[in-house]
């Protein structure tokens, strides 16, 4: 006889365990706000964004709730890290494309938002925004709120966006006020090529006082021998020619970037270049400061020897950097009669002159200088045979 037959006979009551207990299965994760901001990867889906560049983005650190917060500016200073650190194209159609995909997570967040307080999902203006969310936090606490309090909150809203309006304008007065200085001091230059003192700066009548007062002014740069590093808060010329050298560079970039992309590509520095410049982070670089000493660059590429023994000679007599500007015209002119007078034709054959353009003022001196020769020339008694 089978034991376990007998146990059970002995003992008729036996526990039911059952089948066995299906496993608990995990909590949910907890729901995400309906407002909340989307990931970067779902966000820019649809609108021509690159993984590749979503995951260059990601990895500046930036989240889409920090583009979302970003203004346009901010957009551009971001995309131009993204060409200047990681020397990422950015294709045209990814700039629009991650504008227009922020636009429409913030209408979507908006719409959301309005739905979650009971308001239209209309477009508000800032003052009205800020009074409907003060309206609401008072009614969540229980009070309530006086229409002079509306009105009241409503005024200094208005008074903040006055006060935005008028820092705005301010930067615009105080970017404006540093061309005009920057056209000053080259005037001057222009003006102390004729003089005879022997300062690094002048007086001038201060044109932002408008009472005859006068202040110092410095000029950018200062008389250096090859190799010497200038001292204080000016630059030397060798840093000068240096910024020209950047420029041929960024030139190569942004040919580099219009091929890629197909554009059509610059052969020269132009605006185009200047403007590359800025984006990566070069502002130090401006059109009217390398338009101003081009030629003083053209003598040192064509002639080091000469324009290393010119520095040396005006930094001896103590001269600024406006009379050294005006005595590189001379022989630059020199060098155009080798070729004829033609100053276009020996920009042209040099391969660091030739991405830029001819100064107006060389090409009027070797004008002359060639009206001069021909009439000397005719002048002259005729042969003897």
Not at 171 to 189: F, T
Not at 300 to 312: G, P, Q, T, V
Request: a neutral charge; charged letters at 25%.
């Amino acid at each position: 006889m089978d034991p376990n037959d007998a146990f059970s006979a002995a003992h008729p009551f036996r526990w039911d365990l059952g089948p066995p207990a299906p496993a608990v299965p995990p909590p949910p994760p907890p729901a995400q706000p309906v407002n909340a901001p989307r990931e970067l990867e779902d966000l820019v889906a649809g609108y021509g964004v690159r993984l590749s560049t979503v995951a260059r983005i990601s990895e500046l650190g930036f989240t889409s709730s920090t583009l979302l917060a970003m203004t346009e500016r901010e957009l551009d200073d971001m995309m131009a890290a993204l060409a200047g650190l990681f020397r990422w194209d950015l294709l045209l159609g990814e700039r629009f494309g991650l504008r227009a995909a922020l636009r429409a997570e913030r209408g979507r967040l908006m719409f959301l938002g309005g739905r979650h307080h009971g308001q239209s999902g209309s477009t508000l203006d800032i003052v009205s925004q800020e009074v409907l969310s003060d309206e609401h936090d008072v009614a969540l606490s229980g009070g309530g709120m006086a229409d002079d309090d509306i009105g009241r909150r409503m005024l200094t809203a208005g008074k903040k966006q006055e006060k935005k309006g008028s820092a705005a304008r301010k930067g615009k007065k105080a970017r404006r006020k540093k061309v005009d200085d920057l056209r000053l001091d080259m005037q001057e230059d222009d003006n102390e090529g004729d003089e005879d003192g022997g300062g690094g700066s002048e007086s001038t009548e201060s044109s932002a006082g408008g009472g005859g007062g006068e202040r110092q002014r410095e000029h950018p740069f200062v008389v250096t021998e090859p190799g010497e590093v200038a001292r204080a808060k000016k630059n030397g010329l060798d840093y000068l020619f240096h910024l020209y050298e950047q420029c041929r560079l960024f030139l190569l970039q942004v040919q580099s970037m219009a091929k890629l992309h197909g554009h059509k590509s610059p052969t020269k520095v132009t605006n185009q270049v200047f403007r590359y410049a800025k984006k990566v982070g070069a502002s130090y670089i401006n059109k009217p400061k390398m338009r101003h000493y081009v030629h003083c660059y053209a003598l040192h590429c064509l002639d080091e020897e000469a324009s290393d023994a010119l520095r040396r000679a005006y930094k001896a007599r103590g001269e600024n950097v406006g009379a050294w500007r005006q005595a590189c015209y001379a022989p630059l002119v020199d060098i155009s009669a080798r070729h004829g007078f033609d100053i276009d034709a020996v920009f042209a054959a040099h391969p660091r002159l030739a991405i830029w353009y001819v100064p107006t003022r060389l090409r009027q001196l070797c004008h002359q200088a060639r009206s001069s020769h021909a009439a000397a020339a005719a002048a002259l008694p005729p042969p003897l045979f």
